[in-house]
């Protein structure tokens, strides 16, 4: 699986986070040649949930493998129905379409991913550097990153 270094690489120092490989601990080649080690295999993150937040990264293989994985529409489903805060950046959010996440929200993507998301007006678009509709938070792509990633912490602190 290759993923975009941007959109997965944040300082993360404010909450816990797990990383979770679809291919178990295997180290993950990113799309710019950064090397990601896996907190834990997916299996094994599903396990230590719930989870405050579900974050599906960008890139394309990325978000196609995702999009494919029964696991990962398993942990959004159970994300969805426990009313848990879904986020997914650049090609990332196709995959909510793959696994009928989120339907009737506005959602952002990678200008390149629009058609696909648009594809059975399931969502409505937004131009939007980063959308938030609900329980559902989306983001453009590398550019957007760190709002992206702001934009998640907000979502989680309580106000």
């Excluded at 986070?17 to 834990?40: E, F, H, M, N, Y």
């Excluded at 989306?138 to 550019?143: A, I, K, Y």
Aim: glycine residues 8%; hydrophobic residues 40%; proline residues 6%.
């Amino acid at each position: 699986m290759t993923l975009q270094e941007a959109t997965n690489v944040w300082p993360i120092s404010i909450i816990k986070v797990t990383i979770a490989g679809l291919a178990g601990k295997d180290p993950v080649q990113c799309s710019r040649d950064v090397v990601i080690c896996p907190d834990a295999s997916l299996e094994d993150a599903k396990k230590q949930g719930p989870y405050d937040v579900v974050v599906l990264p960008g890139g394309n293989l990325g978000a196609q493998n995702l999009s494919e994985s029964a696991a990962v529409k398993e942990i959004l489903k159970e994300q969805e129905k426990r009313k848990g805060l879904i986020a997914a950046i650049c090609a990332g959010p196709t995959a909510l379409l793959a696994h009928e996440i989120g339907f009737g929200s506005k959602v952002t993507t990678h200008p390149q991913a629009k058609d696909k998301i648009m594809n059975g007006s399931h969502y409505s678009y937004s131009e939007n550097r980063v959308e938030k509709d609900g329980l559902i938070l989306t983001s453009r792509g590398p550019g957007t990153s760190f709002e992206f990633a702001l934009a998640i912490i907000e979502a989680l602190t309580p106000h």
